[in-house]
């Protein structure tokens, strides 16, 4: 099985939290079982490249992506997660990735995930490399469904390819206004959003995700047990009705 996986944070590259360890051990496993697995992560400035023997991906240097009537490049750095043969690709964009912390309240940060979102289905393209699973976390990577089935559904390499959306932490949804749409690419369909939060004015990516993904998953039974069951109308059942 070939799997395309997408984190904001792994794990021994970039850490904030619990999603940077699933991150960097699931991939390891799948890896272990045979499984064809591609890791692809932003290139923090932080990231110890030489201690984890990093080196640029000749086919994949200074790639164009264009957002909202500018262009923002973007290089790939390659390596293996270590003790493991998991292949991972870091996305080296210094203006949005060299800011010091993994996370920011910079206006431009979902613009700064729906590169990394973008950069990984366009590697795969490169590569040649058809996912039977694309892997998304969060809502860092919650547009991914939609674009596969938008804006890259002409290419056949994805014709069997299925999403999977893990959701670490609802407590971050990645909520931005409703004009992000138009600068990532998909103006055209708008109208997958949904319609209650554009009346607001507003996109919320893990919703959004939630809503396409061919599968929905949490990192444990436990934590599925409490976002669906929180107190105060916060549960999951609520938030997608």
């Given at each position: 099985?070939?799997?395309?996986?997408?984190?904001?944070?792994?794990?021994?590259?970039?850490?904030?939290?619990?999603?940077?360890?699933?991150?960097?051990?699931?991939?390891?496993?799948?890896?272990?079982?045979?499984?064809?697995?591609?890791?692809?992560?932003?290139?923090?400035?932080?990231?110890?490249?030489?201690?984890?023997?990093?080196?640029?991906?000749?086919?994949?240097?200074?790639?164009?992506?264009?957002?909202?009537?500018?262009?923002?490049?973007?290089?790939?750095?390659?390596?293996?997660?270590?003790?493991?043969?998991?292949?991972?690709?870091?996305?080296?964009?210094?203006?949005?990735?060299?800011?010091?912390?993994?996370?920011?309240?910079?206006?431009?940060e979902y613009l700064r995930f729906?590169?990394?979102?973008?950069?990984?289905?366009?590697?795969?393209?490169?590569?040649?490399?058809?996912?039977?699973?694309?892997?998304?976390?969060?809502?860092?990577?919650?547009?991914?469904?939609?674009?596969?089935?938008?804006?890259?559904?002409?290419d056949r390499l994805f014709n069997?390819?299925?999403?999977?959306?893990?959701?670490?932490?609802?407590?971050?949804?990645?909520?931005?206004?409703?004009?992000?749409?138009?600068?990532?690419?998909?103006?055209?369909?708008?109208?997958?959003?949904?319609?209650?939060?554009?009346?607001?004015?507003?996109?919320?990516?893990?919703?959004?995700?939630?809503?396409?993904?061919?599968?929905?998953?949490?990192?444990?039974?436990?934590?599925a047990k409490e976002i669906r069951?929180?107190?105060?109308?916060?549960?999951?059942?609520?938030?997608?009705?």
């Amino acid at each position: 099985m070939n799997v395309c996986f997408v984190a904001s944070e792994v794990v021994p590259y970039a850490k904030t939290g619990g999603l940077a360890d699933v991150s960097g051990a699931l991939p390891k496993y799948l890896a272990r079982y045979g499984c064809d697995v591609r890791v692809f992560l932003p290139l923090y400035n932080m990231v110890e490249m030489q201690k984890y023997n990093l080196r640029p991906v000749d086919s994949m240097q200074r790639i164009g992506l264009q957002f909202g009537g500018r262009w923002i490049h973007f290089s790939v750095w390659g390596g293996t997660l270590p003790d493991s043969n998991a292949r991972v690709f870091l996305i080296d964009c210094p203006e949005l990735y060299h800011r010091g912390s993994v996370y920011t309240d910079s206006a431009d940060e979902y613009l700064r995930f729906a590169l990394l979102s973008k950069a990984a289905i366009e590697c795969c393209q490169r590569m040649e490399f058809a996912p039977d699973i694309m892997h998304c976390n969060d809502w860092q990577t919650g547009l991914i469904p939609l674009m596969l089935k938008t804006i890259y559904s002409w290419d056949r390499l994805f014709n069997r390819t299925r999403t999977v959306l893990t959701l670490h932490n609802v407590a971050y949804q990645g909520v931005f206004s409703a004009n992000t749409i138009d600068v990532v690419g998909m103006g055209e369909y708008r109208l997958r959003f949904d319609n209650d939060d554009l009346r607001y004015g507003v996109v919320n990516w893990m919703k959004t995700g939630i809503f396409y993904a061919d599968a929905i998953t949490t990192v444990s039974k436990t934590y599925a047990k409490e976002i669906r069951t929180a107190e105060g109308g916060a549960g999951i059942d609520s938030f997608l009705r």
